[in-house]
């Protein structure tokens, strides 16, 4: 080792390519990952890729790619697949494509502009990012954020899951052959948007969610557009029964398509909706709750068999619920503040700096200097819509985070797509892909 | 709860809790981060401890991510454990007992090099190919640790400390005119 240990930084590099090789040029452990024999059961050695193989000949297989620029894989994920012809033997996720080194950028930037770059990681849920981000600086500046904010973050985050699940479905039925869906998806994203705009003033990209509580308070009248959606989702989705659930053709596209056991599920580390529809009730909200989340009524939705369709059941399900909390939320919104009301963490609002020299003094020195975090370094993790999305926070005492790691959930869940394509059709590989949910601004950061 | 270190918390009398022994899971120490329980150790005896926690129920490894510490050396560790360049931060989570911890093993710089977790967890798999490709950090016997973010090409690692940061020149010229 210790001959490896001296190569430069130039020769640590020819590690090898990315790429799918062929079976000969594989050594066997990467070969059983790419077989998705990576599991080592709980009595008996790892599960040998022999002993799942199919009858083919070795020099009939081809290797191809399947995107980067594929319609059906959400984005700039790469897919080589080993086929046989119509079945896959094997296959590997190249991703990448997207990287734009945003771990690097937030050690560049100061607390106070963290929000800005982790909310364009995961581009369909944006206010997850920004609230794991304002959670992990939280904890290290071991602060408690006012009562009214804690809720509009909870009202925000679920209606970004609604937004986030019924965009799923629409490109979710898109793959599978049914195009109407996702006009309907769309017009029900609209509805959302809108109401973020309303609040935030932007459609994505928010950067509403901070440390310290929130940007501002909501506007008047949300009530009556919080309650308009939680009146038209419900009936929408009854439709999405009728026009999907209730379809053969849908049926045929999802039912025992890329199952995905419980077990293999937690040793891969799949978490969401991937995870529950394998059977596991693990829901970060109920079981390590966070924000008010148990004071509020919901069920983990959770599936049995963890195929293609259990995964559309638990997501369009979890939407139902989201609808439920948000109901509460609507009710039990409590008054207050929005924010600390720290000047050394939030800014004094517009009018005082015009009259207060001290108010000009903090605000000058808050969008300057920045808030400094005490040294320390955290982990915090939140349910998205895609699972366990969390942040890994190291500061030094400075204004800027001395390191910041997104535990992005696409990521991590992509591994489990290997052992869901094995023998199956090219054409479910659409559906499997798109059940995964991967959003690539997640993946590759 | 196996662990020796879960009943650091009930520490009612404090003369009785200075003089106990400092808590620790599996003979290495066990500190408090923020209300959460953090295991420090050293790369020599890392995957004996992480098969150790495999053992005690933690069924998913859930984060795992490096850090370089090249220009905050001075970091708090405790009493026993040296500060080295790197670390590697894992954060275990099992489901049955709703409990987390998190490993902090440091890594030497002149061996940039810890066992890979992929027997214990195949799910670490992408996120230590991920360490190793941003951080340079090697896993032995991962089963493919190529880059996976960066261009395969790509020299160094970018967050590595002393990596410098990308700018691209502007150049502020005259706007030119309208017509």
Redesign the interface.
């Known amino acids: 080792m210790s001959q490896q240990s001296k190569r430069s930084l130039v020769a640590e590099t020819s590690e090898g390519a990315q790429e799918l090789h062929l079976r000969d040029d594989t050594r066997a452990a990467e070969l059983r990952r790419e077989l998705g024999g990576v599991l080592r059961l709980p009595e008996g050695p790892t599960l040998d890729p022999g002993d799942i193989d199919f009858e083919f000949q070795e020099d009939e297989t081809m290797i191809i790619n399947m995107g980067p620029q594929h319609p059906s894989t959400h984005g700039v994920l790469r897919l080589m697949l080993e086929l046989d012809g119509e079945t896959v033997l094997r296959s590997k996720p190249i991703i990448g494509y997207l990287h734009t080194g945003m771990e690097k950028t937030a050690e560049e930037l100061m607390y106070i502009q963290g929000g800005t770059n982790v909310t364009r990681m995961d581009y369909l849920a944006p206010f997850f990012n920004e609230l794991v981000f304002s959670l992990a600086v939280e904890r290290l500046l071991d602060v408690e954020v006012p009562g009214r904010a804690t809720w509009i973050r909870m009202l925000m985050c679920e209606l970004n899951r609604v937004s986030s699940h019924v965009m799923w479905l629409a490109t979710n039925g898109a793959d599978v052959g049914a195009i109407g869906m996702l006009l309907y998806g769309w017009r029900e994203r609209e509805l959302l948007l809108a109401f973020f705009e309303k609040v935030t003033g932007l459609r994505m990209n928010h950067n509403f969610i901070r440390p310290g509580g929130v940007a501002a308070d909501l506007p008047d009248g949300w009530r009556d557009d919080v309650r308009a959606i939680c009146d038209v989702i419900p009936r929408r989705l009854d439709e999405y029964d009728s026009i999907l659930t209730g379809q053969p053709i849908f049926q045929e596209r999802q039912q025992g398509v890329g199952p995905l056991g419980g077990e293999q599920a937690i040793a891969l580390g799949v978490t969401g909706p991937l995870l529950r529809a394998a059977g596991v009730p693990w829901d970060l909200r109920r079981d390590m709750p966070y924000l008010a989340y148990e004071e509020v009524e919901f069920d983990v939705i959770v599936g049995t068999y963890g195929d293609c369709w259990d995964r559309y059941a638990v997501r369009l399900n979890e939407v139902r619920e989201s609808i439920r909390i948000i109901g509460q939320i609507l009710d039990r919104m409590p008054a207050g503040d929005y924010r600390i009301q720290d000047k050394k963490l939030t800014p004094p609002p517009r009018s005082r700096i015009d009259e207060s020299m001290e108010a000009l003094i903090h605000h000058f020195k808050l969008f300057t200097e920045g808030l400094k975090v005490p040294v320390g370094e955290t982990y915090v993790a939140v349910e998205s819509p895609r699972g366990e999305l969390g942040c890994y926070l190291a500061s030094d005492g400075s204004n800027k985070p001395y390191r910041m790691h997104i535990r992005a959930p696409s990521f991590v869940n992509l591994q489990a797509l290997a052992p869901m394509l094995r023998g199956g059709f090219i054409a479910d590989a659409v559906a499997v892909i798109s059940t995964v949910d991967p959003v690539l601004g997640d993946v590759d950061r | 709860m196996s662990d020796p270190g879960a009943g650091a918390s009930n520490s009612d009398d404090e003369a009785a809790a200075a003089a106990e022994p400092r808590p620790e899971l599996h003979g290495w120490p066990l500190v408090d ?4 329980r953090v295991v420090h150790c050293d790369a020599g005896g890392y995957l004996e401890l992480m098969t150790a926690l495999e053992a005690d129920g933690y ?5 795992l ?1 490096a ?2 510490y090249l ?2 050396a001075g ?2 560790l405790p009493e026993g454990i040296g500060a080295e360049r790197f670390e590697v ?1 894992v ?1 275990l989570l099992s ?1 049955s007992r ?1 409990e ?1 911890v ?1 490993v902090r093993v440091q890594v030497p710089e ?4 810890v066992p890979t977790l ?10 230590e190919r ?1 360490a ?1 490709d ?1 951080v ?1 950090i ?1 896993f ?2 991962h ?17 590595r400390k002393d990596y410098a ?1 990308g700018r691209i020149p502007v150049q502020f010229k005259e706007s030119p005119s309208a017509r």
């Open positions: 981060s923020h209300g959460q069924e998913m490894c859930a984060d991510c850090v370089d220009t905050h970091r708090a931060a954060d489901l709703h987390r998190r002149a061996e940039p090099e992929f027997d214990l967890w195949p799910g670490s798999e992408a996120m991920e190793y941003l340079g090697r032995l016997d089963p493919d640790l190529t880059r996976i973010l960066m261009p395969e090409e790509w020299e160094g690692h970018p967050l940061v």
